[in-house]
Each structure stands twice: as C-alpha cells, then as structure tokens.
C-alpha cells in the first residue's frame, strides 16, 4: 500500500501520471502484415503495449472434430512473450488468465464474424503479446480486428476496444499499467459504426451510478479509435491498389509470365 | 435512458518524432523479495500547460486555465528592485527545510511552484507535502503550479536516451528555433556536464529550465501599460550549487537567508529571520554555529549508512523500533523491538545517539556482558545540566572543549551509576547505530531564562539559547534568535531542524509565540498543538460547500414538492424534545415516545441529519474526516463541522424545524424491541431541556401534559433497558469527571470551583436511548454492508491486566474479583463495598478502569466477526450514530444507514474497505488525542482553580489546598494517591530512610509526628497538601502535593 499511495492518478493540473488528461488515449501505430506466412496479421501498439496478432484460415480444420457443419469455427491462442512484462515471470499457454483472454477475444468476435460464409472451416487467430503497459485485453481486440481485416475475413463492422477506469467520480480513458493496479476499470469492445457494445468486462466493483457514463464515454472512444483505424486501413489499402495500378500498366507487366517478371525486377 | 452527462470531447494523443527522446522513463526498482526489476514508463509532453499568469493570452485557452500570477510582483525587497516587482520559484530545499518561512511569507508575493519540487516533496516527506498542500489550497496565496514535466519545453531528456536521443533533438534544431528546451539541453550535453546527473542534478537543472521558460515566455506578452515590465523572476534556493548555474545563466538566484535579510519590512525581516532553518551538510548553506573550520570535536558517532542499515536489520545483526524515552530520566531510552521479549535499554547520551522520542532507530546490541539494568533514580535534564551555556561552542574552543570533556565525564559517571545500582534485573543493552525515519514536528518550548546572554528587553541582538520542551520526553533545543528577551515569559513553538554529531544539542528554530505563560489563551493553543488537534479556522473552499443561505435557510415548504422532502416522513406533529446539559449549543439528539393503540410504545431517537449538508468527497467532508472529533476544552470547543451547521442548521434546536434522521422503535412495556424502522424525517422539537429541567419536570406531579408524558414513559422505558443490559453484564465503570464552574461575569472566564459531575435519572434516560439507537443502527449497517460498515468495539481485557488489583483486593480487604467475563466482573464489583469507606466501591471502580482496554472504531470487514462485540456495554456489535455532528464515524454511520435503507445510493469510497480503514485509524487516532486534549485542559484549570481557592482564603503562597486523598500505589520511597474532589494523581516521596515497605502487603510504615510507627497501605485515606510549584528558570507549573496526616511527608 505505501508504494502504490505514491502514485498520483490525477494531480492537480488534471494530468495522470504519464501526462495525459483523463480523456486523452495514448499514442497509436499499426502495421500490417508484418508475419507473411500468416493469412493475414496486423501489429497494434498503444502506449508501449504492442500485441501482434496473426490469423490464418479461412482454412481446413486441423481436425475433423472442430468442423462445424454450418459455419466457421473461431480458435484463439494467445501467448505473452517473457520480456514483454518486467518483474512478472514467463506466463505459459496453459495460463488460466490467458486461456480467459482468448475466450474473451472469441466471444467477442463470433458475432462479427460472418462465419456462415464459410461453412466447415476453421480461423485461427493467434495472438502474441510483444509488450506490455496495460490493457492487453482491448489492445489485442483491436489488433486481431486488423489482422482479420489483413486477412480478408468478411465482418460485418469493425471491433475497438478500450478500457475504462474511475478515478473518485472521473472516468480516465486507455489506462496504462501503474493505473491499472491501482483504479478500478472497465474493458469495452464495440462496433463503432451502430455503438453496439459486444463486451464489456469488469474485474472489480465499481459503484453503479458511475457504470453508465464510464460505458458511454467508452463506447465514444471506440468510436474515435476506429476512426483512427479505418484511416489507417485505407490508407494501406490505397497503397495497394497503387501498387496494382503499377503492375497493371500494359507496357511493363502486360502478358508477362510470372517468371519474366522476377526477372525484370532483378 | 436518462443521462446527466456530456461525452466530452476524445482525443489520440499522437506522439510526434521530436519527443522520442522523452517518449520512455526508465528505471530500476527492487522488490519486495529484493530483486531488481527494470521499470519503464510512458511519459507524454504537451504544449497546453499554462503558465498562470493573468496577462498571458495565450494559455488563457488551455485546460483547466485560472490565473494566479499577478501583473505586478512582490516589492519591498532590497535586493530586487524591478518596477513590476518579482515572483518566487521554490526549488525543493526550501519546502523540504524552509516549510516554516514558506508558510509565514506574505501572502502577497507570488509564487511559481514547478511540479518537479512538488514531486520530489511527495516522495520525501508526506507530512510535508501535505503543508505544501494546504499552503496551495489557501486562495489568499498567489501560488502557482507549473507543471514543468509535462510541458514540451521545460521536460528534462531522460538520462538512458541521451546518447540515442541527441540526433533527433539537433535535427529539431536545425528545422526550428521554437523548441528552446531542447538547446538548453544540447548545449549543456555539449559541456559534458551532464552525462551522469544525479536526481538531485536534474531535478535542478528542470527548475532552471522552469526560470528559462518563463523568461522565454514573458518575451512573447506585451507587458501591462502600468508597469511596462513583466515581473522578474527570482529562484529562492538553499542549494549553493544550484544559485551558482542559475546565476551563471543570467537568472536572478538567492538562499532564504539572504532574501529573508534582504527585505524592507523590519517587522516581516525579524519574524522571518528566526524562522529560517540552519542547514547542514554538503549541499552549502550556513555553517554550524560551533564548528570553527571543521575543528569542533565529535559527541556522538555519526550514523552508518542507510544501506548498511536495512542490510543489518534484515540479516538481524541490527533492531529497528521506535525509540522512547524515559521521562524521568533523560539519559535513559528504550526501543521496542521484537527479538527480545522486553525492550531494548540505551544508557548514556552516546548509545542513544540523537535519538528523539518518536523517531524510528536502527539499534546495535552491547555484548551480553555490558548489559545493565534500567535506572531506579529520577535524573532531571534540566538540574542536571543547568549551568550548560548554550554559546559555549562559540567561545574559545579549547576551553569549550575542556568543559565538553568535563561534562561527558559527569553524565558518564551519572549514567553508569543510575544504571548500575540494580545488577540483577539486567536488560539487552544496544546503542543506536541509525535511523530510520525522524518523527519530529513543532514542539511548544520555553525559553531557558538562565541562557540567555542579554537579557535587555530592547535588544535585538542574534543569541544562542536554550528552548525547554513543555513534553518532559524531549531533550532541550538550542535556537538562534533576535527576539529572545521578549520571548522570555512566553510558550513558544520551536521545530528541531537537525542534530549534527558536534552538537550536545538539537538545533532548532523558532517558530511562532503563542502567548504568555499561564495565559489562556497561550495554555490552550499549546495543548491543542502538543496534542495535534487541528484548530484553523474554516477555510473558503469549506466554507463554500455550506448552503448559500446561510443564517436563513429554513426546511422548504413540504406542498412545494422540493427535493428534501422526497422519501422523508412528516413527524412535526410529534411531541419531540431534547434533554442536554445546561448550555448545550450543538444539539444532536432528541427523543419523543407515545402509547399506541396496541398497548405497545412506540419510541424514537431523532438524530441530526448531517448527511445531508456534509456531501461525500467535497471539502467540508474532506476536514471533517481530518478533524475526526469535535474537541472540548473546558472553556473553549474546537468544532469539527463549521459552526453554521453544527450550532444552527444541524442543530436540533426547539420551536424550528430541522432535519433529521429517526429510528423509531415499537416496545413492549417491558422493553421488549417489537420492530425498528430508520427513515429520514423532518421534525420540530417543542423543548430543548436540560438534564435538571427535564426532571423537574419529570418530577412535578402536577403536570399532566403530553409531553411530560412522553418524558415519564422513556424514562419507564430506560429503566427496564437498562436492567436488561446490567442483567446481560454491561459494566458501570467510573471514571473521575470534574465540572469547572467558570466566573464569566467580567469577560474573561475565572474559574472558581471545581466538583465531580452530578448524575441524574434524565441522564441515564438519554444514555439508553442512544445505546439503543446504536445498537439498532449497528444492526442494520453490518446486514448491509459486511464489509465496509463503521463499527465500535471494546475488546475485553486480557486477564493478567487485572492481576495486580486482585493481589492487592485480596490482601487488603479480603475481597475477590471474577474478571471470567464481563458480567462477573460486573457482579463482584458491585460486592466491593467497605461499610466504614463509602467511596471504596468508586475508587476499585475507578482503578478497575484502568485496566481495560480502550474502545475502537474499525470496519467490519478487516476483523473477525466474533470480535465485533463490545465488553463494557456488553453488547455483541455496536456504532456510533447519534452524535454527527460531533463525530466523523457517526457521518460515516449514517451515509451507510441512509443507503441501507435505500434512500440514497452510497458513495464508493464507503464501499472500499481500503478507505474505511484508513478514515477509521485517523478517527481513532483523533478521538485518543481529543480525550488527552480535554483531560489536559481540566489539569490547567484545575491548577487555577486551586490558586483561586487559595486566594480566596487570603493566603499568597500560591495556594495550598488540603483535602482528603486515597493510596492508590505504594512505591519503596513514596506513595501515589488519588484526590477524589480534584480529580489529580500526585506522588508523595520521601527523601529520609525512615520508614519501612513492605511490598508483599502493599504497606509503608511511617514515623507520625509524636516517633510512632503509623502503616499506610492501599486504599487508606490520607490528607494531603496540594500546591502548584512554579520552575524559576522554565516557567514550567507541576502540582506538588504533601503529606499532611497520619503523617508529615515533610519529615520523612
């Protein structure tokens, strides 16, 4: 208790200890495709935490037995890298607290998903979490939204996530992991485009009165991340389809073989 | 859905290129098992943090935004004469030594506080910050906080990134010229000053870069027409290092001395001049007044290193404890350490080395062969070093030295032999190597007349003296000061601010006067600061959270369908009334009980609805909590809610209506509870009686009324309530209470009298009606939340606590005392009675009390629910509800009822079983303090009471009372006995070999007048004389008393 009263959540200036106002999110960049041999994958940092997420499928079951009849079956794993959390020792796979992320990132997913475009396959959706600062949870969230994206996957709305926390009567937004253990906090997931909330979690008690704004600015915040998502999806996109432009140009790739065109970038 | 809120505007905080370089801190923490672990966090720079002052139009868009920094600066200084006047920036040094001149500066001159030194305060010292806290919240001050880490400009370069930083930080460079904090730092990189900065480096180069902003910045405001300037900037610092690279870069930069002494006011200059701290060590500042070039002999052994300290205690080489000591002889300690069974003795100046009462201590053990056993003799610092000079250091220095070595060479000898006399009851022996934490505060002093070089009232010189701590525990203070002389006859308040190793005594600095010696006024603020009761006047910000009404605000009309009146019954009708002593101005209860038609009674206790002016979380419930208690003097009251609720709004007085909070009970006649319901009410009193009126009224056979009525059948009611509880073994302890009796027809109030405080049937009355509510209440909130509810307990005593008195009972008197449980207790107490001795019963009562335990607030969830129970009151659970107004356990009592019942929803911080806890042990603590504060005050009065009586009866000796006394204790050389009539506890000894002690029998005896043995032995009635005696050199009272009959203590 002596060390973590130390730690001011808000001083008097109304900044949190790294900074930022209670509705300021942290810093965000994204990459996509950084794994090639995976489908589709998609690295998502906010703050210092950086998840990657790498999703392969739609694709044959590995075993007969998950293939469901009517429509896709979702298989998340997720893994934390040693050094991704100073002081907190190697986490294995069996970790119930992961297991429990994985089932959470399932949930949330499975009704987004139009899986029953792809009936008896399977999607596996591997998360790793590279580092660590709080918020896994929605950061991976957002993450595997962009590697499904990365992937092709049809969905019918992107997923954002965020977490909430309740500082006395100010809710704080995107926490990082010194206010984490200290503030009570809320995980939301929605789908920014109808505000429909698919998650909202809670590990510890906060009071009821405070349990509606905190949903509703988290629910906004969502709203504010997919923007920031969707700009970035687009751009790449864009660059893509600049690149194709380029290959489609009659006098340098048109009715080319493969072979001749490795040889004419060499 | 209905929502009472705005989403407010949501932004990605996108880190630019150019902060990288501060984009990350990293550092290395231990943990608790003592590995090291790599830390890193995030860290975020902006450019809308305002710099505060009213001119800026620029900041003035920023969050948060309100100006503080005046146009014009502070004037009136030697030194710094801009036209606009200047503005302070505080570096760290100051708050953490000069916290004493901070608070007493002008509250004109404006203040820059970069958040650098109020982080490292923070870090350093709590009590501290939480001064500096209460000097910001104070809204006369112009102080304003910079927020110098989070602005881009001013935020230092974290020291792992220097080396991968730098390249992007010179590329900023050569794009723009804006980023003026990032040079500062390139050049200083280029200097190669900074490579390896210490935290105490850096945290001064960020306050340098604070003064370089603000220069910076003022450059961009045009300046207001009257002044054409901006106001200068000007760095008060005690860090010689630091002035000097403030200085080199062309900033303004002084130590609190030179700016103390350089300013116009010649008042403001002496006030402020002896509150400056003398500072040590290797940070520059001023030298020690004794040490001529390093050549003043060490007195004591410097401490090891902190390091080698914690090392120690946790490879158990070392204890840590708190060090106490001995108040009756002041080269004598102890530590409470856990090794041993018994605590640690320290014998000798040397082995206590500056340790003060309180502090916690890192100690070494003596060989099992240099163990000693604690001294029998009383040793008084102030006979025993009272030729001590308090300027001998300054003198020549051999000779200083020689009486040095002289007196060490006589405390040894003193020590030793007080030590020695008693070889067999030797106890582990150590001598302090360390400490831990220092637990000093402000300590209320006397001036030591006899050290005083120039006594001329006119002089103003600077002299050395010695300061007496009213608390014996303390040893004597050595302060520099110009106001001695005047200070002479005063209680004055004197903070230690060191004690370096060359130094017999502590070196401190002088506070503020509190008055004259014996004067009220000064008696009272010493005891309400010796016992920690907070007694400011009300702040703004508190005051402000009061309803806007004030004097008038009245309960709306209930047809207008207001919000008050919403889930609150009606019962104005009812015939309610209070009963309080005689000039009760804060009333918090009142009862009012009917027939019912059922043949049952319905009965209610109707509290003051606090809860509903005191509001969770704002600023009032913020002081309440830190006040915890209402304090009584005997002449004075120190509230704990400002005076608007607790003596008019949330007062239920008579003929007015009030809010308030109802438990309404049906009974049986027998008093059998039937049902309770809580609920929040408005009601109008018909009679606010005391305890007398009320029963005379009670008592008048003629009077028929309802009212009258409704007194007769509580008090049926508490009768049979209280049979129950003496039947279930509640106990009916004594202690003395006294009633002074004040003379207030001229003014000023002149007690006159003392007598023990009467009891009536009413008294009891009102007791049981509020145990009752408290029990109900307790009920009710530990149903509800199990966790979190603000109970009371008493745990029972241990048994051997007892012993003693049950040695004594049985072989003086012949008489047992079951202490098995509280009820058998109860039972043989009432079966200790002398038929020749009626107060014999009162005073076993009396000495049984003294061997409980006090009673304490706790939340429920922290302990085992089977030691909920209360022993005295015999009670399996119980709280405070029925005096709000008063307490601060009761608010919380009553926020958990008021939801338990669902009339309003609880504030979370009730439901954090972390924050209760921590609101209940500063209760605890508060109400402890409050108790010793009331008792203390009795005692001065009690003393001026004697010198009336002694007055009256024409004597001027000081006046001498004789009075009867009984032997609570016999000791080998003396008696303690106890003055039934005054309340006082005095020592009798005697000086002679002449009597005899028989410690088996708990007997002395003594040679009467006429050369006959006489035997005194417990609980025999003697005469006593009682005086007060008055210390020439301290000004310090003590009571002395002396034994009159069977014997003349004079002779023995």
Redesign the interface.
């Known amino acids: ?1 002596a060390s973590s009263s ?1 730690v ?1 959540i808000l ?5 949190r ?12 960049s994204m990459t996509f495709s950084p794994q090639a041999h995976a489908d589709g994958s998609a690295t998502m940092q906010q ?2 935490t950086t998840v990657t997420v790498s999703v392969f499928g739609p694709r044959e079951p590995r075993s007969r037995a998950n293939a469901i009849h009517d429509r896709a079956n979702l298989v998340v794993e997720v893994g934390v890298a040693g050094w991704s959390q ?2 907190v020792g190697q986490r294995n796979r069996g970790d119930k607290r992961l297991t429990e992320v994985g089932a959470t990132i399932r949930q949330t997913f499975e009704p987004v998903i139009m899986s029953h475009l792809y009936p008896r396959s399977e999607i596996s959706i591997y998360v790793q979490v590279l580092g660590s ?1 709080g918020g896994i949870l929605p950061t991976a969230i957002n993450a595997t939204t962009l590697a499904l994206i990365d992937a092709g996957v049809a969905m019918t709305d992107y997923i954002t996530s965020l977490s909430v926390g ?1 500082h ?2 100010q809710p704080l ?1 995107d926490l ?1 992991s ?1 206010e984490e253990s200290d503030i009570p906090y809320l995980v939301v997931a929605s789908l920014p485009g109808t505000g429909k909330v698919t998650l909202a979690t809670l590990e510890t ?6 349990f ?2 905190m949903l ?2 988290g629910v ?2 969502c709203k ?2 997919k923007a ?1 998502m969707e700009g970035e999806v687009k751009k790449r996109t864009g660059t893509m389809v600049e690149r194709m432009k380029l290959n489609a140009l009659p006098d340098r790739a048109g009715g080319m073989k493969d072979s001749d065109r490795d040889i004419l970038m060499t | 859905m209905t929502s009472n809120f705005s989403i407010p505007q949501i932004t990605i905080l996108k880190r630019t290129r150019e902060d990288l370089a501060f984009a990350q801190k990293k550092f290395l923490k231990k943990t608790k098992k003592g590995r090291v672990v790599k830390i890193l966090r995030e860290r975020y720079l902006r450019s809308d943090i305002p710099c505060g002052y009213e001119a800026c139009a620029e900041c003035s868009s920023y969050p948060g935004y309100k100006a503080v920094l005046p146009v014009e600066g502070a004037r009136g200084h030697g030194k710094f004469t801009s036209k606009a006047g200047h503005w302070l920036v505080i570096d760290t040094n100051i708050v953490l030594h000069q916290i004493d001149v901070l608070e007493s500066l002008p509250a004109g001159i404006p203040i820059i506080l970069p958040s650098t030194t109020l982080a490292e305060t923070r870090h350093r010292s709590l009590p501290l910050y939480n001064r500096l806290q209460s000097l910001l919240a104070d809204e006369d001050r112009k102080v304003w906080i910079f927020w110098n880490e989070e602005r881009r400009e001013t935020a230092t370069k974290v020291e792992r990134y220097r080396t991968g930083g730098q390249e992007s930080a010179s590329r900023t460079g050569d794009e723009e010229d804006v980023e003026d904090g990032m040079n500062v730092i390139e050049t200083e990189d280029k200097d190669g000053k900074i490579v390896r900065e210490t935290v105490n480096d850096r945290n001064d180069r960020a306050i340098r870069l604070t003064l370089e902003f603000y220069q910076n910045h003022l450059k961009t405001i045009t300046p207001s027409r009257s002044t054409a300037t901006h106001p200068s900037l000007v760095l008060l610092t005690d860090d010689r290092g630091n002035r000097e690279k403030a200085l080199a870069s062309g900033f303004h930069a002084v130590s609190t001395r030179e700016y103390v002494d350089g300013m116009t006011d010649e008042l403001t200059k002496i006030t402020l001049g002896d509150l400056v701290a003398v500072k040590y060590g290797p940070e520059g500042g001023d030298r020690p007044p004794g040490s001529k070039g390093g050549s003043a002999k060490r007195l004591y052994p410097e401490y090891l290193p902190q390091a080698t300290l914690l090392a120690g205690v946790k490879s158990g080489v070392f204890h840590q404890g708190y060090f106490n000591a001995n108040p009756y002889n002041y080269l004598e300690g102890n530590v409470n350490a856990q090794a041993f069974g018994k605590p640690i003795l320290l014998v000798g100046r040397e082995s206590m080395n500056r340790a003060i009462d309180g502090d916690v201590v890192v100690v070494e053990m003596l060989p099992e062969a240099e163990w000693k056993a604690p001294g029998q003799e009383v040793l008084d610092q102030d006979e025993a070093l009272k030729n001590d000079d308090a300027d001998d250091e300054e003198g020549d220095a051999e000779e200083g030295q020689q009486s040095e070595a002289r007196m060490a060479e006589i405390e040894k000898k003193t020590a030793a032999s007080a030590a020695k006399q008693n070889a067999v009851e030797k106890r582990p022996t150590g001598k302090v190597v360390g400490i831990v934490k220092r637990n000093w505060r402000a300590y209320v002093c006397h001036l030591d007349a006899s050290s005083l070089s120039n006594k001329d009232a006119t002089s103003l010189a600077q002299q050395t003296v010695f300061a007496t701590p009213l608390e014996r525990k303390l040893p004597r203070i050595r302060l520099r000061t110009r106001q001695a002389p005047s200070l002479l006859d005063q209680k004055v308040l004197i903070s230690i601010d060191a004690w370096p190793p060359h130094s017999r005594y502590p070196e401190g600095h002088f506070v503020r006067a509190l008055g004259k010696v014996e004067s009220k006024e000064a008696e009272q603020e010493s005891l309400l600061l010796e016992y920690e009761v907070p007694y400011r006047p009300f702040g703004r910000a508190i005051l402000n959270c009061l309803p806007v009404e004030g004097e008038s605000w009245v309960v709306p009309p209930k047809e207008d369908g207001n919000l008050i009146w919403r889930d609150r019954e009606d019962l104005r009708d009812l015939l309610i009334c209070s009963i309080d002593p005689p000039g009760c101005q804060d009333i918090d209860d009142a009862l009012h009980a009917r027939p019912l038609p059922n043949g049952n009674i319905e009965a209610g206790v109707h509290i003051a609805d606090v809860s509903h002016f005191v509001h969770a979380d704002n600023p009032m419930d913020a002081e309440a909590a830190s006040r915890g208690t209402t304090v009584y003097l005997v002449d004075k009251r120190i509230d704990m809610l400002p005076s608007l609720l607790g003596t008019n709004l949330c007062s239920l007085r008579p003929f007015v209506e009030r809010l308030a909070f109802s438990a309404i009970w049906e009974l049986t006649p027998d008093g059998d509870i039937v049902g309770v319901r809580f609920t929040k009410s408005v009601i109008a009193s018909k009679e606010a009686f005391t305890y007398q009126a009320a029963q005379n009224r009670k008592d008048d056979k003629s009077l028929q009324d309802p009212l009258t009525e409704g007194i007769r059948l509580l008090n049926r009611l508490a009768i049979k309530l209280k049979q129950k509880r003496i039947a279930a073994g509640a106990l009916s302890l004594s202690s003395p209470e006294l009633k002074i009796h004040l003379n207030s027809n001229e003014g000023a109030p002149e007690p006159i009298d003392v007598e023990q405080k009467a009891m009536l049937e009413t008294n009891s009355l009102v007791e049981e009606f509020m145990l009752l509510a408290n029990i109900s209440v307790a009920k009710r909130i530990q149903e509800a939340y199990p966790q979190t509810a603000v109970l009371r307990r008493h745990m029972p005593p241990p048994q051997t606590n007892f012993e003693t008195l049950q040695d004594i009972l049985a072989k003086r008197k012949g008489l047992s005392l079951d202490v098995s449980s509280s009820k058998a207790l109860a039972d043989s107490l009432d079966k200790c009675v002398d038929p020749g001795h009626p107060e014999f019963n009162t005073l076993v009562r009396i000495m049984a009390t003294r061997c409980m335990l006090a009673a304490e607030y706790f939340c429920a969830g922290s302990v085992s629910k089977d030691t909920f129970g209360h022993y005295g009151l015999a009670t399996p659970i119980y709280t405070h509800f029925t005096s709000p107004i008063r307490r601060y356990a009761d608010v919380l009592a009553h926020r958990q009822l008021a939801a338990a019942i669902g009339y309003t929803t609880l504030h979370p911080s009730l439901l954090s079983k972390s924050h209760v806890e921590r609101a209940m042990s500063v209760v605890n603590r508060r109400h402890r303090l409050a108790q010793m504060a009331g008792r203390a005050s009795v005692e001065f009065y009690v003393g001026l009471a004697l010198k009336a009586r002694g007055k009256r009866a024409g004597r001027d000796d000081g006046g001498v009372t004789r009075e009867d006394a009984f032997v609570i204790r016999v000791f080998k050389n003396g008696l303690a006995v106890f003055v039934p009539t005054l309340g006082l506890e005095g020592l009798i000894t005697f000086s002679k070999d002449s009597h005899e002690y028989d410690a088996e029998q708990y007997q002395l005896a003594v040679p009467n007048s006429e050369g006959n043995k006489v035997d005194i032995s417990v609980f025999d009635t003697v005469v006593v004389d009682i005086s007060l005696e008055k210390d020439k050199q301290t000004q310090r009272s003590k009571v002395k008393m002396a034994l009159v009959s069977p014997a003349d203590s004079e002779q023995l």
């Open positions: 208790m130390r001011e001083n008097e200036g109304g900044l200890v790294d900074g930022r106002r209670p509705y300021e999110l942290r810093s965000v703050g210092l100073p002081g600062d309740l006395l009567t937004l990082s010194p008690r906060i009071h009821v009165d405070r509606e704004e509703a600015v906004e915040g504010i991340l920031e």
